[in-house]
Structure formats: C-alpha cells, structure tokens
C-alpha cells in the first residue's frame, strides 16, 4: 500500500490513509480525502473558496482513475456543486463517457443528486474585485463584463507555485492503483479554460500493472507533452520510477515555445517506490508519503530540475 499527495491535499491524507488500512479500495479512498480538500475554504486553489476566471466565476475540474480497469472519469468547468471529484467519479460509474464539462456535467450533477454549492466566498470575491482593479482601464471598468476579456492586460497566474490543484495517487491492499485530482485550474483563466487536472494522460494516469502518476502547476505544458500517460509508459517500457520521471521531464524541457513556467510530478510504481520532481519551481515543493512502515503520513520535498 502507498499514497502520495502534494501538500495542497494535506488536510484529507489522514482520512485516506484510515481508510487504505481499513481495506477500502484506492479510488474510493483518494476521493474521500480530496472532498476534504475541495470543502476546505482555507485552500484557495481548489473548491470552495478558490481564485476565479476572468468573471469572477469557480470553474472546477476534477478526474479519477482506476488503474485495474483504466476506466476514467472527469469533469471541466464545472459551476456550482461541492465535490467534483465525487460527480467525476460517477461519469466513471454511470456513464459509458470520461469527460463531461459545462452545462452537460452540471446537468448530469443534479441528476445523480450531487450536493449543489455556492463557491465563491469571501476571498473569491474580494481577490476578484483586487484584481479588476489592478489591471482594468477606467474605460474597461464601466462597461465591465461587457469587455473584449482578450483585451485584459494580465496573464493567469499561478497563486503560489508551491499550492495549485490536488492530486492524489495510491496503491490499496488488493495492488489496485488508482488517481484523482481536483482544482478550481489557475486564477484569472480565460472562461471555459480547461488546464491539465480534467484531462487524463496529461495530468493523471493510472496503470495497476506499472504504476501512476499526476501533475500538478502548468497544465499548458502537461497536456502537450502528455505528461502522466508518458510517465506510466516510460515504465511499461522498463525504465525505473526515477528514469521515467527524469525522461517525462525533459520532454517538458523540449517544449520552448507556448506558455512554459513550473510542473510538478508526482509518480509510484506498482512496487511500493515513489518519485516527485519539480520543474522550475521559484521555491521548494512539498509533498506528502504514507506507506505501512509510517505510523503517520510524513512530508517531503521534491528533487528539483532548474532549466
Ligand atoms: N495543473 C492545474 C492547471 O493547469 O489547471
């Protein structure tokens, strides 16, 4: 058994690791400790209370995979439900799709019963009106919504490198390996911006019979260069943990053009080893790591590769 998660997940890696001991299986396990997350309104990089696209507005993503079966499912630009990690994992259940996003999976949401939610809270509203204010002409502001978003002089941005999305990934009693993720994707997003976190074989990928991995920071460059499908590959091919994440890496290096900043990559193997790898981050980056042999969950810190 083994779970990694970044340290945004902190607040639901005790959770999860109850219920690995208890032998639930890994999927359901993650999922229970990343609605911890999502409902957390202290962490504003993922549900409730969260940093919004360019209107002011909590988009979320989320995805889950089982890596017995390589069944997936996930949901982009999700608006007004509490767990998206829970709706995306019933795409997975009830649906013969893997992805929903929009208004579809909104609809989908309330026919499952999934529990509806405000997100935007205080420090949604309040960083919003901050930000217009910062970077909107007096012009802009009068007719505000009614702007040319393209015309917005300012970039997403990550919040702080070191806390954006979750991403959990871990391997239960029975050797099932499974992902899931969840965040509210990068603050000041143009609408409808889906980053990597939906998207599974650029920001997740679980494998049982080799192992899995999950990315978090910029999601531009992990859907080019299929980041978490290329890590479980790599290992299919017979590289270790380590060499698939280093080759992983510098794919991501090759990329020179587009927007390029930080990635984070979090991997385990289907033998119990685990590797995380941070790409130009401006700080260090924690993660956290539970197996058996730990009385609890410990913190780490990533390798670091500076280009
Ligand atoms: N990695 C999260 C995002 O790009 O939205």
């Given at each position: 058994?083994?779970?990694?998660?970044?340290?945004?997940?902190?607040?639901?890696?005790?959770?999860?690791?109850?219920?690995?001991?208890n032998k639930v299986n890994a999927i359901r396990a993650i999922i229970e400790g990343i609605k911890l997350v999502e409902a957390n309104p202290e962490i504003h990089t993922v549900g409730a209370n969260s940093l919004p696209n360019l209107l002011g507005q909590l988009e979320l993503d989320s995805a889950v995979m089982d890596g017995n079966t390589r069944r997936s499912g996930a949901v982009g630009a999700l608006k007004?439900?509490?767990?998206?990690?829970?709706?995306?994992?019933?795409?997975?259940?009830?649906?013969?799709?893997?992805?929903?996003?929009?208004?579809?999976?909104?609809?989908?949401?309330?026919?499952?019963?999934?529990?509806?939610?405000?997100?935007?809270?205080?420090?949604?509203?309040?960083?919003?009106?901050?930000?217009?204010?910062?970077?909107?002409?007096?012009?802009?502001?009068?007719?505000?919504?009614?702007?040319?978003?393209?015309?917005?002089?300012?970039?997403?941005?990550?919040?702080?490198?070191?806390?954006?999305?979750?991403?959990?990934?871990?391997?239960?009693?029975?050797?099932?390996?499974?992902?899931?993720?969840?965040?509210?994707?990068?603050?000041?997003?143009?609408?409808?911006?889906?980053?990597?976190?939906?998207?599974?074989?650029?920001?997740?990928?679980?494998?049982?019979?080799?192992?899995?991995?999950?990315?978090?920071?910029?999601?531009?460059?992990?859907?080019?260069?299929?980041?978490?499908?290329?890590?479980?590959?790599?290992?299919?091919?017979?590289?270790?943990?380590?060499?698939?994440?280093?080759?992983?890496?510098?794919?991501?290096?090759?990329?020179?053009?587009?927007?390029?900043?930080?990635?984070?990559?979090?991997?385990?193997?289907?033998?119990?080893?685990?590797?995380?790898?941070?790409?130009?981050?401006?700080?260090?980056?924690?993660?956290?790591?539970?197996?058996?042999?730990?009385?609890?969950?410990?913190?780490?810190?990533?390798?670091?590769?500076?280009?």
């Amino acid at each position: 058994m083994i779970l990694l998660t970044n340290y945004e997940g902190r607040c639901g890696v005790y959770k999860t690791v109850e219920l690995l001991k208890n032998k639930v299986n890994a999927i359901r396990a993650i999922i229970e400790g990343i609605k911890l997350v999502e409902a957390n309104p202290e962490i504003h990089t993922v549900g409730a209370n969260s940093l919004p696209n360019l209107l002011g507005q909590l988009e979320l993503d989320s995805a889950v995979m089982d890596g017995n079966t390589r069944r997936s499912g996930a949901v982009g630009a999700l608006k007004g439900f509490k767990h998206p990690v829970e709706i995306a994992y019933h795409v997975m259940t009830d649906l013969e799709h893997e992805i929903l996003v929009g208004a579809g999976a909104e609809r989908f949401a309330k026919e499952i019963g999934a529990e509806k939610y405000i997100n935007e809270m205080e420090n949604t509203k309040t960083a919003w009106h901050e930000f217009l204010d910062s970077v909107l002409t007096e012009e802009q502001k009068q007719i505000f919504p009614n702007i040319r978003l393209l015309d917005v002089k300012a970039k997403p941005k990550d919040p702080d490198p070191l806390f954006d999305t979750t991403v959990y990934l871990a391997q239960d009693y029975s050797g099932r390996i499974a992902t899931a993720t969840s965040t509210s994707g990068w603050p000041w997003k143009y609408p409808g911006r889906l980053g990597d976190s939906p998207i599974i074989g650029a920001g997740s990928y679980a494998d049982s019979r080799y192992g899995a991995c999950a990315c978090t920071h910029t999601g531009e460059m992990t859907i080019r260069a299929g980041t978490a499908r290329s890590v479980v590959l790599y290992l299919k091919m017979g590289l270790t943990l380590s060499e698939a994440v280093h080759e992983a890496v510098m794919d991501l290096v090759d990329l020179k053009t587009g927007f390029t900043n930080a990635v984070t990559i979090h991997a385990i193997d289907n033998k119990g080893h685990y590797k995380v790898v941070a790409l130009n981050p401006n700080k260090e980056v924690k993660y956290l790591i539970w197996h058996p042999d730990l009385d609890e969950p410990k913190i780490k810190l990533a390798e670091i590769i500076t280009t």
